[in-house]
């Protein structure tokens, strides 16, 4: 049994039931059945039902918005945002799924001809987290629809009913009723269950966005069935503010980067790694925002940070600030457990964070700003690399030549310039080092689960 929890006052929502073996294993040959026939379904009419898709995202958007609140705990407006975000894609891949997959021609030796098509491999199992419920999904379901395949979604246990509430949109814009089925596990059974789908000859491909020691275990999984994965892991995004930067707008972005999702987020700023001459009034202008940041129930529009998602990622956060400190960084604010319900946790700015503390280097999944401090531009794109992870990373500066410079020397999948990291549908999205590999998003997303099939013709 899944018992899922309000984050905001620890209270039980709904109760759903869990799937056997003999439950999934009809689910994947239903879900099979169907994509034998969609596969041969043009793209004009892939295309129709996607768009119908993202109208209904959009006319039902304060409806799944008030799901993903009630679920997570993200601020209202932001699910509302994100439910609009997964409309986009809908409309994006409908409109870009033909040119895409056009088959590309060529000229051969000796006079042949050359074509390459472009043809889905069957399903495709999506392991999604809890922080984003509908985004990480559609991201990653569109464009495997629309290239032909089945999708099926093992969504996180505390927002299964984000989960029901997708297959039924798909259902409800008419997509075949068993293309894109959910499934439902509990937590002690996910390793076997998982195990079990990656290994199941219809199942093709994985996709999985969670932690680095979640990706581990999947892409060992599948590459024992040797089935394709794409992994999105975790991330620790530096953000460098160089001596020209404009402050004021780099401190406003940075803010908003590492509150956004109440801190929740693979992408969101993690390190701030500040020139020395700006060192001081960046740190003050900082603690500024942050202080004055507004945490509470996340359907009162006023509040910017939530709770947390569960009650032990709070406990790991606040060990991961004591053990910063306890090594000899500064607290500037927050830092402390709040008495009453929910699992809240404060904006909390740490400075003088420095190589050997646990900011430095591990992944926190908060409110929690770490402030480092370079003395130039070569030290900042060290300290910057100096991390397992390779997601995402900014860099602000009032030269675009200068900021450039840096981007280009940084290791990471994606490089912002005097703005903050986000992904788009008309980006290739995804991460080097432990932050996984394989691309979302864009022309390079929906080429990852399709089968490059070369003919020659002579």
């Known amino acids: 049994m899944i018992i899922t929890v309000n984050p905001s006052t620890e209270e039980p929502i709904a109760e759903y039931s869990v799937m056997t073996s003999a439950q999934i294993e009809a689910v994947i040959t239903s879900a099979d059945r169907e994509y034998r ?10 295309g129709e039902l996607m768009k119908r898709l993202a109208t209904l995202l959009r006319v039902e958007k304060e409806r799944h918005a008030a799901q993903i609140s009630l679920e997570m705990g993200k601020p209202f407006s932001q699910a509302v945002a994100e439910v609009q975000k997964s409309a986009l894609v809908c409309d994006y891949y409908a409109e870009h799924a033909e040119s895409f997959l056009k088959p590309e021609r060529s000229e ?12 889905p491999i069957g399903l495709v199992l999506g392991i999604m987290p809890w922080n984003f419920p509908f985004w990480q999904v559609f991201r990653f379901a569109v464009p495997a629809i629309m290239a032909g395949n089945g999708v099926l979604l093992k969504h996180a246990p505390n927002v299964t009913g984000s989960a029901i509430a997708i297959e039924q949109l798909f259902r409800d814009a008419g997509f075949p009723e068993h293309l894109y089925r959910a499934v439902h596990m509990d937590l002690e059974d996910v390793d076997r269950l998982s195990g079990f789908m990656i290994d199941h000859p219809s199942v093709q491909g994985v996709s999985l966005t969670g932690s680095t020691a979640a990706g581990r275990a ?10 394709r994965t794409v992994l999105e892991l975790g991330g620790s995004d530096p953000y460098i503010v160089l001596d020209d930067a404009d402050l004021n707008r780099a401190v406003a972005l940075c803010a908003a980067s590492r509150l956004l999702n109440s801190g929740q987020s693979c992408i969101s700023a993690k390190r701030f790694i500040v020139h020395s001459r700006v060192f001081s009034e960046f740190e003050n202008l900082l603690l500024q925002r942050m202080h004055s940041s507004v945490m509470g129930d996340p359907f009162d529009p006023a509040v910017e940070v939530g709770p947390l998602a569960r009650a032990d990622l709070r406990l790991q956060l606040h060990q991961q600030v004591l053990r910063t400190l306890s090594g000899g960084a500064r607290l500037l604010c927050g ?27 591990e992944e ?19 300290i910057a690399n100096d991390t397992p992870y390779g997601l995402g990373s900014a860099v602000f500066s009032a030269s675009t030549d200068r900021a ?3 981007a280009d020397q940084l290791d990471a999948g994606n490089c912002f310039i005097n703005s903050m990291v986000k992904s788009d549908p008309a980006m290739p999205f995804g991460g080097i080092k432990e932050s996984g590999y394989g691309r979302e998003l864009a022309l390079y997303g929906i080429r990852e689960f399709v089968n490059v099939k070369s003919f020659s013709v002579s």
């Open 335 to 361: 830092g402390e457990l709040p008495s009453g319900r929910g699992f809240f946790y404060p904006p909390t700015l740490l400075s003088g964070v420095c190589k050997g503390m646990v900011t430095y280097s």
């Open 108 to 119: 051969l030796d000796g006079g042949a001809k050359g074509v390459v098509k472009f043809e």
């Open 364 to 382: 926190t999944f908060g409110p929690v700003a770490t402030l480092i401090e370079a003395h130039d531009d070569h030290e900042a794109v060290r």
């Open 404 to 406: 450039l410079a840096v």
């Open 37 to 46: 026939f969609w596969k041969k379904e043009s793209l004009f009419r892939r």
């Open 218 to 227: 999947v892409a060992a999984k599948a590459g024992r069935a040797l089935k």
